[in-house]
């Protein structure tokens, strides 16, 4: 299961909604969807000038310097990763213990994100959260992405998806005390937290999905295609497998037309998939709901 540049862009979009910017903002088999390594986002996509919305406590003020080193920091062109990630590092190197920290890892969070770069996605996000833990995107992000990222060589596989579980749920408890900022509209703020909500049951649905509970991974699912205003086909596809493993044939039928409705490398998949449903329909009972 690949993360596809749609995803990338959503999130870097999702992350100057959620920070009060003004910016605009695959596959394996079916038992083990496991993401493979992605391009660098190809679109212009901007990334938060302020710092992440949380419900933490605001940090102690700054020197001159350090608030002109944050500004470069903030200038830099976004679609230059490699020179701002660099930029960052010396940021982290020269103020360690800068107030600023959460907003350049949440950056750097977003990029290795898109650049699937799990590891230093995942190292990067635990920093940031031991500043801010309650920053309900960095928890969505890291707990929708550690489920997929999982194969058959992953050590410890359980507690990872109790990690993922715990994040996923957690971004899920703070969106509704989330206070709006006040550069943006009401109806930017509201599909920032539907979308961040979306990765975070999508999130709860793979780690359902890889243990085998497919009746609790189906919800989730639905949760997530139903508030992302454009959902991963992946979601789809995942939905359509947990309700054929539970029987649910023409549930199943149903949410792979829509990943086959969707353009990209999931449509192939799902179209077959759609025959195999329909298959089983026809020879098998459903399962009450």
């Not at 190809?42 to 608030?67: C, F, R």
């Not at 976004?78 to 890892?105: C, G």
């Not at 649910?248 to 192939?268: E, L, N, R, W």
């Not at 998949?269 to 195999?276: F, H, V």
Request: charged fraction near 25%; glycine fraction near 4%; include cysteine.
């Amino acid at each position: 299961m690949k993360i596809s540049s749609k995803q990338m862009r959503m999130a870097l979009l999702l992350a100057a909604s959620l920070l009060g910017s003004t910016a605009a903002f695959g596959q394996d088999k079916p038992a083990q969807p496991t993401p493979q390594p992605a391009p660098a986002p190809s679109d212009n996509s901007t990334t938060p000038k302020v710092a992440p919305l949380t419900l933490d406590s605001a940090p102690p003020p700054v020197s001159a310097e350090e608030e002109a080193a944050i500004k470069v920091f903030r200038d830099e062109k976004n679609e230059d990763t490699e020179k701002k990630d660099k930029t960052a590092e010396e940021f982290l190197q020269k103020y360690p213990q800068s107030r600023y920290r959460p907003e350049v890892y949440s950056w750097q969070v977003k990029v290795y994100f898109s650049q699937g770069k799990i590891e230093k996605m995942e190292a990067t996000a635990d920093k940031e959260l031991e500043l801010t833990p309650n920053d309900p995107q960095t928890l969505a992000i890291v707990g929708s992405t550690l489920p997929r990222a999982m194969n058959a060589s992953t050590p410890e596989p359980e507690k990872r998806l109790t990690k993922a579980e715990k994040y996923c749920q957690k971004s899920l408890d703070l969106l509704p005390t989330l206070p709006k900022p006040e550069n943006i509209t009401d109806e930017v703020f509201a599909k920032a937290k539907n979308q961040t909500a979306a990765m975070a049951y999508s999130g709860l649905g793979v780690v359902a999905f890889r243990r085998g509970k497919f009746a609790d991974a189906i919800p989730n699912f639905e949760h997530s295609v139903k508030l992302d205003p454009q959902p991963d086909p992946v979601n789809y596809y995942l939905l359509g497998f947990s309700n054929q493993k539970a029987s649910h044939f023409d549930d199943a039928v149903a949410a792979y037309t829509k990943c086959a409705a969707i353009p990209g490398g999931m449509q192939s998949t799902c179209t077959q998939s759609i025959e195999e449903a329909k298959k089983l329909a026809a020879t098998q009972l459903s399962a009450p709901k």
